[in-house]
């Protein structure tokens, strides 16, 4: 068997560092990746762990809360029910100087949560006048809220606007 010479064994050596440098990269490259992934993850669980422990440090008032609703939340009767208290809701616009130009009641949504009557309605009258029966009529004790709102100057007067939004009404299901 021959020899291999001094060249020869340089130029071999070379190629074996060149080979294990490249080894090297690649076993490096995936456990920096791995590392990467993995300090994601760590930091993924750390929230996860801040979030669960907040929950359950916050556990007695959600507690509490869901109580207050079970107790307070009006219960469902029936469809004429909530379409008459959204109308009383609507009509009681006037006791506030504002002016009903429509109204059209909306389909009753249902889920595993509760059942919500809503109402669209466009009503027109002084600002002042307004935001006091925007207020009167959106305590959260009595589980309505206000969506799609906006206010516009009356075109005709300077002094009335004109005011379109959707209340809804929450009720617990009797079920």
Known sequence: MKRFNQRELILLG?????IA??????????LSKRNSNLQAELRELTLQKVEAETLLEE??????QHQWVQQHQPQFVSDEEAEKELLKLAESA????LKVNQRELLEIQRNSQFIEAG??????GELKNLISWLHQVQDPRQFREVRDFTITPDKTDESLVNCSLSFFRRYRDPS
């Open 59 to 64: 556990r007695k008032f959600w507690i509490q």
């Open 14 to 18: 070379a190629f074996l560092l060149l």
């Open 21 to 30: 440098f490249a080894i090297h990269t690649v076993i490096a490259g995936a």
């Open 94 to 97: 006037a006791t506030r100087s």
């Open 119 to 124: 109402m669209r309605l466009q009503v027109s």
